[in-house]
Structures are given as C-alpha cells and as structure tokens.
C-alpha cells in the first residue's frame, strides 16, 4: 500500500485573494468518535488518508468551487456535488444535490433543475498515482446555511458500486 499522501503536496489549483473558505483534510471512517471533516464509505474507492483540499470563492455574484485530491484510485473517474447538509455516519445523511433554483418534487429528476447551471458539479479525474483537480464556477451565490457538503460519487466504472453511489464526503462551509 502506498504512504498516505501529504496535505502539503495539494497545490495544483492557484489561490486568489477573494473572500474564500478552504478545507484541508484526510479523509477518515465515518463513525470515528471525532467526526471527520471528509470522510470514505467505500475506502476501496477513497481510500483512508487520501488527502483533500477544498477552496470556495465567492464574487459579484458568484462562486468558485475547486477541489483537488491525492491518494484516491488510480485513472478513476469520480462525479463530486454540493449536499444540503454535511456529512454523517451514513452516506445518505449529507441529503440531496444543493440547488439553486430548489426543485418542489423530491427526489429531483426535472432537467430543469437538475444541470450544471442549477447545481454545482465536479468531475474528478485521477491519474495513475491518484491525483486529480478541477473548479467549478456558478453564476450565484449559496444561500447561507444551504449547503454543507461535497459528495464524491463511485462515477466511471464504479469500482463494484452504482454510478451514482456515495463513496466519499466533505463538510464544507459554504
């Protein structure tokens, strides 16, 4: 098994100086007795001590979500959104996709509601030592407490997991 990797090494997105919040983390069980800022429900798929790095910027309106990993799978491909809610002990506990515009029909299916201009989506893909970044940017604020995590979905292949299965969560203050 390779060494945990180190937060430090997170650098491949530049930072600004716009009003932001970052989260450094590793992630951890989910049933810890400290709740962990990110944590794996499928560690095959990220793995405990992957590290993770979070920045949110916000500006005139918008917002800028970026997000960047190390020690995940390898040439994997994993579909990351903001949660209405943080992390807990069950996959499900983070809720559903944050929408801008909020769908009145749970579970939400209306095209619609459900694009990336109405929800902030991710994709990250890791390369073969697990590495992998990407940033989002919306065209509009989060509504204070609205959203509170970023959910890793099992996405390409799915390591033995549904496409849209929940394998990994970060609290993030939005």
């Given at each position: 098994?390779?060494a945990a990797?180190?937060?430090a090494?997170?650098?491949?997105?530049?930072s600004?100086?716009?009003?932001?919040?970052?989260v450094?983390a590793?992630?951890?069980?989910?049933?810890?007795?400290v709740?962990?800022?990110?944590v794996?429900?499928a560690p095959e798929a990220?793995p405990h001590g992957?590290?993770?790095?979070v920045v949110?910027?916000?500006?005139g309106g918008?917002t800028?979500?970026?997000?960047?990993?190390?020690?995940?799978t390898?040439?994997?491909?994993?579909?990351?959104?903001?949660?209405?809610r943080g992390?807990?002990?069950?996959p499900?506990?983070?809720?559903?996709?944050?929408?801008?515009?909020a769908d009145?029909?749970l579970p939400?299916t209306?095209p619609?509601?459900?694009?990336?201009?109405?929800?902030?989506?991710l994709t990250?893909?890791?390369d073969d030592h697990g590495?992998a970044a990407?940033?989002?940017?919306?065209a509009w604020e989060?509504?204070?407490?609205g959203a509170g995590s970023l959910v890793?979905?099992?996405?390409?292949?799915?390591?033995?997991h549904s496409?849209?299965q929940?394998?990994?969560?970060?609290?993030v203050?939005?």
């Amino acid at each position: 098994m390779p060494a945990a990797p180190a937060l430090a090494a997170l650098a491949l997105l530049p930072s600004t100086v716009l009003p932001c919040t970052t989260v450094e983390a590793v992630f951890d069980r989910p049933d810890g007795i400290v709740p962990a800022t990110a944590v794996s429900f499928a560690p095959e798929a990220v793995p405990h001590g992957a590290a993770v790095r979070v920045v949110v910027e916000r500006a005139g309106g918008t917002t800028t979500v970026s997000m960047e990993v190390d020690g995940l799978t390898p040439r994997h491909t994993y579909p990351v959104h903001a949660h209405v809610r943080g992390c807990g002990t069950a996959p499900g506990d983070s809720g559903p996709h944050y929408q801008d515009r909020a769908d009145p029909v749970l579970p939400s299916t209306d095209p619609a509601y459900v694009n990336d201009r109405n929800e902030l989506w991710l994709t990250l893909r890791t390369d073969d030592h697990g590495r992998a970044a990407d940033r989002s940017t919306v065209a509009w604020e989060f509504r204070p407490g609205g959203a509170g995590s970023l959910v890793l979905h099992a996405g390409q292949d799915g390591q033995g997991h549904s496409l849209a299965q929940r394998v990994g969560c970060v609290n993030v203050d939005f």
